[in-house]
């Protein structure tokens, strides 16, 4: 049983339309006492503005960050049959196990930030159908992925991360980047977690084929996460929603989250307003689907693993920017001569 | 009193000689240690790199960090009387208040990143010389700073980041790189707390006078931030030495900050292995100085502050790749298969 508020596509869409936007009177508030902090203008650079958004969206003048939560959502993918990946399949479910145990990146992110972890394996044993010969799921199969994102948001958290993991889903993500933003296949696919020159040819045939394959994806968000994407694809975009029904801004991870979070933004201009870009991926296209859903990242350190590793690497970063806007002392409270 | 190991600018070059490298078995363990994790080689980017360098100078193939310190030093500047900044003076003693009492941004990084905090006011109420008319501080004067600075930092410290305070001191930071990088006065001068173009010219011609009252700076290190530094930009490269000698690995601060650190550079090669850039400051010259020192920041987030603020964001930086590489699973442990 879900609780999410939607059953087909057509009612998801209805959620994205209906969604809430950041609290005015919180923004106003918050862009007010951060003319007061003692420090000169502007000498926070981004994170006053950072601090600012993050006010606006829970509704709060000072804010703070309490329970961040990461969400990774792990699936099997048709099209890895075809070669994508320099790892075999059965990686997936091992590295959901490593995240259970507590041995993956992800873990030690969470753990030095203080977030909570929420691992979602869905249907391992059943990957998605390779999406050359057709729609990667259908339309029950989207949903219900959507759904375990929607329903894996706690209600408590105050930040959130969206990860993944999924042997050759950075060939699913370069089809729906393709598929929303055009161009060749060749620019938006990469080196993965280290295919080889022919790898990356074949990745580059994959795509072509999946969009020949898959008419109805071609600008239209939500067909190209059903016929192109993954379920932990899905997952994500389900979860980025759910947050924003929620009030709880989140931070978007590398490639295959930006492409799973640009068929929200293709389906709903705005969808996207309550998410910041934790990091450029090394990925190569990442930069370009950033740009195309209009998010400059905070990070850039070469990261490409996923499980939402560079994003929950950003929590420091909002967590520290609230700290400043919430916690430091006006110019009046101080007695610091203002100029 | 004071613990230091040198009491003349000679002593202190010998002490800067004689300085620990990072232990070469402990990186060759880290680096082979990262090579077993459950990633993909090279997935977590610069985060390996600073993770292996940090084990390397703690000596430790799988290091935690447990007690960040922050050092934050104040000091008054004779120069500040040509009218260099946009803030009078008495700020520095107020702000110096507004640490103690738990109210600056760096406070609020500090409590974020579990870091303690250590604030030394140096001789707030007597500033150093007017550097336009000859050097700002005696020898005794310099080596009481590098002294205070040596003795801030706590043997029991496994990270340090060095910052400071100071009305006047972007101006004294710009005449350190100018007299150590050469080129013009108005390559090195930048707004500060937020001067105006006339501020701006005329800080660039107090650069030049300070040049040509001091000549002895020139190309010298220590004589640059005896001549041209103030109290805090010593103490700084104290502290930065200071944790050299006890095996803690720093992360420079913004432009005064890596100013200060230039100076040990110049005086002995290599000073500056074991310290990071934390960011890259907003402070237009900041960039050029790092480069002429030969770090690369781990964030450019704008912030042009001080106080150690953009080192100590820097701070989660660190914990996370540190935590990523010696709490992360090697595809032994954790079952994955390695390709």
């Not at 199969?141 to 759904?147: N, R, S, T």
């Not at 420091?316 to 609230?322: C, D, N, R, S």
């Amino acid at each position: 049983m879900s609780n999410a508020p939607f059953h087909t596509l057509v009612e998801f869409k209805a959620v994205l339309k209906a969604q809430p936007q950041a609290n005015c009177d919180a923004l106003k508030a918050a862009q007010d006492r951060n003319g007061q902090l003692t420090k000169p203008p502007g000498a926070l650079g981004r994170l006053e503005d950072v601090a600012i958004w993050y006010a606006g969206w829970r509704g709060q003048a000072a804010p703070v960050i309490k329970s961040p939560q990461a969400v990774v959502f792990a699936g099997n993918h048709g099209v890895a049959a075809q070669g994508v990946s320099a790892f075999p399949p059965e990686v997936t479910a091992q590295m959901v196990l490593n995240f259970q145990h507590g041995g993956a990146a992800i873990n030690q992110m969470c753990k030095t930030f203080g977030a909570n972890l929420t691992v979602r394996g869905l249907d391992l044993d059943t990957p998605t159908d390779d999406f050359t010969k057709g729609p990667a799921m259908s339309e029950a199969g989207v949903i219900a992925a959507l759904q375990t994102g929607w329903n894996a948001v706690d209600k408590g958290t105050d930040l959130l991360v969206a990860g993944e993991m999924g042997i050759g889903n950075t060939t699913s993500a370069a089809a729906i980047a393709c598929a929303l933003f055009g161009g060749n296949a060749e620019e938006w696919v990469g080196r993965g977690t280290g295919v080889t020159d022919d790898g990356l040819a074949l990745k580059a045939r994959v795509v072509s084929e999946g969009l020949a394959a898959n008419p109805s994806a071609a600008g239209n968000g939500l067909e190209a996460l059903r016929c192109l994407g993954g379920r932990e694809l899905a997952a994500m975009a389900g979860a980025i929603a759910s947050a924003r029904a929620k009030s709880i801004p989140v931070i978007l991870d590398g490639f295959i989250c930006s492409a799973a979070a640009a068929c929200l933004e293709n389906t709903q201009k705005g969808a996207l307003d309550h998410t910041v870009a934790g990091h450029l991926s090394a990925e190569g296209a990442h930069a370009k689907v950033l740009k195309n859903i209009g998010k400059d990242p905070l990070l850039s350190l070469g990261l490409r693993l996923g499980e939402g590793s560079g994003a929950a690497l950003a929590i420091g970063i909002l967590q520290g920017a609230v700290a400043c806007h919430s916690g430091m002392a006006t110019f009046a409270e101080a007695g610091v001569t203002d100029v």
